[in-house]
């Protein structure tokens, strides 16, 4: 079990508590987004692919996916965010979370990067 | 990628950089919605070098001009200006556009994306004892569009635009030169743009930003231009309206004028007498969700009808606006539709007018 969080190269956050995975966007991805005006969430019980895009987030001037980084389903979404979909903009990696994935078995996150890793890759991009 | 007199201005501004028709221009400096606002309540400026000018000249100057554009040259006045349509053979539209008239003849305004695309095609069709130059890289164009507008311009050039009315232009000395002024733009707000040879281009920006401090000037990028043409119901071009789409169909028929020739008339002429199949539209959600360019329109029963063509969340009414192309007889305003979002279905209302009151 780890409070740390972990990052995708798509710029997502998990946090794996036992078999449940929580998920939200980085500081940097709600920065290239702007103004986030509404979430399209998906329903507690959807079963989510890992790599499938589950969940749109609205800008203003774009629509962005968010992007499953593990296979399982949906136990949670933050429904905070149907009324205040700012709190992606406002607090990314805590008060915006977006969902949580109930995973068969351990979660495979090893391919994940740290966030020393992910500021690492943010240079590059 | 070109650049523009300006663009050292906007990097130290701290703005967001894209690509737009080949140029490297400001999509945002601070937000979006911020920069929306201001201009709704108080005053913005933008760079709008990309845009494209082209002078007309000599005795055959009018006789192109009224050939080649759906809208009649021949009742401009000195200092008048128009909206038009360039035509091609099928009705279809090359390119929206302004008609100034000049001393000289006509000053033609055109979009970014199609400068090359429309001198091109005036080129060749050009009537006898007709001169064509391409102005666009001597010239920078700023507009200082909103409410507070007015008194920003007369301050920085010390004119009076008490009587200069929409879609008229005068042209005052900055420093010698002279400039030219109109009372137009594609905000919906009170407003104004100014052409000018490149060489000020720097000093006039500052101008306008140190003078606008006191009105909450702020620079406003191309994502705000957006939303806020969207709002006012203005096409933009390659979005609402195309080579494939006629003016009568965008809803533009007040800019065409089919009692004399020009190219593709007879094709609006025909549609006029029997009417447009398709219509664009403007609509405001009832269901949650944004629509975006590409998605689905479709009827209540789940027939589609046509496709959104422009969609946004309007910041004004923090609420999600879009046009698009209906079948016409879906076209009525309080005709409710559906928008296929994703995977979901999403209700819509079609609007009459403007999305502001």
Redesign the interface.
């Not at chain 1, 609205?58 to 629509?63: G, T, W, Y």
């Given at each position: 079990m780890s409070e740390k969080l972990l990052y995708t190269k798509e710029h997502e956050w998990v946090l794996v508590k036992g078999n449940i995975v929580r998920i939200g966007i980085s500081d940097y991805a709600q920065n290239e987004l702007?103004?986030i005006?509404?979430v399209?969430l998906p329903s507690v019980g959807d079963w989510v692919e890992e790599g499938e895009g589950f969940c749109?987030l609205?800008?203003?001037?774009?629509?962005s996916d968010v992007y499953a980084p593990v296979s399982g389903k949906v136990v949670a979404v933050n429904e905070e965010l149907e009324d205040s979909p700012e709190l992606i903009n406002e607090s990314p990696l805590d008060k915006g979370w977006i969902v949580e994935i109930e995973v068969e078995g351990t979660p495979q996150v090893g391919d994940l990067m740290s966030e020393q890793e992910y500021a690492e890759y943010l240079k590059g991009v | 990628m070109k650049q523009t007199p300006l663009t050292a201005k906007h990097r130290a501004l701290g703005a967001k950089m894209i690509d737009y028709a080949g140029f490297e221009m400001p999509?945002?400096y601070t937000?979006?919605?911020e920069e929306?606002l201001t201009v709704r309540s108080a005053v913005g400026i933008f760079d709008l070098t990309h845009m494209g000018e082209f002078e007309l000249a000599g005795s055959g100057a009018l006789a192109t001009v009224n050939s080649l554009c759906t809208n009649d040259a021949s009742q401009l006045q000195v200092g008048e200006i128009q909206y038009s349509c360039l035509t091609n053979e099928r009705g279809g539209i090359i390119d929206d556009i302004l008609v100034y008239r000049t001393e000289q003849g006509f000053l033609l305004v055109v979009n970014a994306a199609n400068t090359a695309k429309d001198y091109a095609w005036i080129e060749q069709n050009l009537k006898p004892d007709t001169q064509l130059a391409d102005r666009s890289n001597e010239l920078t164009l700023i507009a200082i569009q909103g409410p507070k507008s007015a008194p920003l311009v007369e301050e920085v050039l010390s004119v009076s635009v008490a009587d200069l009315k929409n879609y008229t232009f005068m042209e005052p000395e900055y420093k010698g030169v002279q400039v030219l002024l109109s009372r137009t733009g594609y905000t919906g707000e009170d407003g104004f743009e100014l052409y000018f040879p490149n060489e000020f281009a720097e000093e006039l920006w500052d101008a306008f930003l140190t003078h606008g401090e006191k009105y909450g000037v702020k620079p406003v990028g191309l994502?705000a231009r957006?939303?806020l043409r969207l709002e006012a119901r203005m096409p933009l071009y390659g979005n609402d309206i195309d080579e494939h789409t006629t003016p009568l169909e965008a809803g533009l028929g007040r800019f065409v004028k089919l009692h004399k020739e020009f190219v593709g008339r007879d094709v609006l002429l025909k549609q006029k007498e029997e009417g447009v199949q398709r219509k664009l539209v403007a609509f405001t959600m009832i269901d949650?969700?944004?629509p975006?360019q590409g998605y689905p329109l479709l009827t209540l029963d789940g027939e589609e009808i046509g496709a959104v063509t422009s969609g946004?969340?309007s910041?004004s009414l923090?609420h999600?606006i879009g046009m698009g192309y209906v079948r016409v007889d879906l076209a009525q305003p309080g005709t409710e539709i559906q928008v296929q979002?994703?995977k979901?279905l999403a209700k819509a209302k079609i609007i009459k007018g403007r999305f502001l009151a």
């Open positions: 702007g103004d005006v509404f399209d749109a609205e800008s203003v001037k774009a629509v | 999509v945002q937000g979006l919605v929306h994502g957006d939303t949650k969700g944004i975006r946004t969340h910041p923090d999600p979002i994703r979901k």
